[in-house]
């Protein structure tokens, strides 16, 4: 091992760090364990596996690109737990732009405040959140205009469809005009240290602040993780706290995808 000189490094040294961005840990996994369960949703009644969720995660990517959304844009989303809201985490990684996470118990205005604070170019948004319609919400985004925001995207349109916006299945079918190509030449200039979420702080000691998590640290941290719980891919693991959650966002569902277990 090379000498290290960035850094003070205390305790052991291996195993060694990875250096893959999300999107490779993806698609390793998805060559690895194909079939196998990835994402078990009983609400929804999804059950995908590691090899449909990496495909699922292509297109709305594809659907990204057609968006105009690029390398360091930011992606905000307001949503339940399904799993969507973890096709959209890879899917945006993908293509070197950032998810921005909201907590679901904000208010109108810390919603607004976040999007701004961050820059976002799209909205995606669930029809319902925490047992609420989001109606209010969007209504309040439309007649209060963020500068840079240029679509909100309804996620399922289970609630609120008479209100006019573009759908998930719209991205998906905007896809379709983006070649491969195009994919994977916006996938292969992603680096390992890019930024891939923006998460916020709880807001218990003043407004909540957003911190900046890189694909080296989720993916890492997540591996310890899993390491100290010596998950493996036999195991199914039931995921209580919500994806908007560090916890659950970064050390449960990417350490299951490194682990190659499956989530609940």
């Known amino acids: 091992m090379a000498p290290l000189s960035l850094s003070m490094v205390q305790g052991p040294r291996e195993p060694p760090l990875r250096h893959l961005t999300l999107r490779e840990l993806m698609d390793q996994q ?11 949703v009983p609400w929804s009644g999804a059950r995908l596996s590691f090899q449909a969720l990496s495909q699922h995660t292509q297109d709305l990517a594809k659907g990204l690109l057609a968006m105009g959304i690029g ?17 959209l985490v890879i899917a945006v990684t993908r293509i070197g732009a950032v998810l ?27 029809d319902m959140v925490n047992f609420k319609s989001t109606r209010p919400l969007i209504q309040h985004i439309q007649t209060h205009p963020v500068p840079g925001l240029k679509q909100t995207v309804l996620i399922r349109t289970n609630y609120v469809d008479t209100i006019e916006l573009v759908t998930w299945d719209d991205i998906l079918r905007l896809g379709n005009s983006v ?3 195009d994919l994977h030449q916006a996938q ?43 998950l493996s891919s036999d195991d199914i693991v039931c995921c209580p706290p919500p994806l908007f959650h560090a916890p659950a966002h970064v050390f449960w569902e990417l350490d299951l995808a490194i682990r ?3 989530i609940l």
Do not use: W
Request: net charge neutral; hydrophobic share 40%; aromatic share 10%.
């Open 188 to 230: 292969h200039s992603v680096h390992y240290h890019d930024i891939a979420y923006v998460q916020f702080t709880s807001g218990t000691a003043g407004v909540p602040k957003a911190a900046m998590l890189s694909h080296y640290g989720i993916i890492n941290n997540g591996r310890m993780c899993g390491t100290r719980l010596n």
């Open 179 to 181: 070649s491969l190509q």
């Open 100 to 126: 921005v996470v909201l907590n679901k118990t904000f208010t109108f205005v810390e919603c607004d405040r976040a999007i701004r604070h961050t820059e976002a170019s799209l909205l995606f948004i669930g």
């Open 30 to 40: 998805s060559e690895r364990f194909g079939s196998k369960d990835a994402i078990i």
């Open 260 to 262: 190659s277990a499956s």
């Open 71 to 87: 390398r360091d844009d930011r992606v905000a989303i307001f949503s339940g737990d399904d799993e969507r809201f973890a096709e």
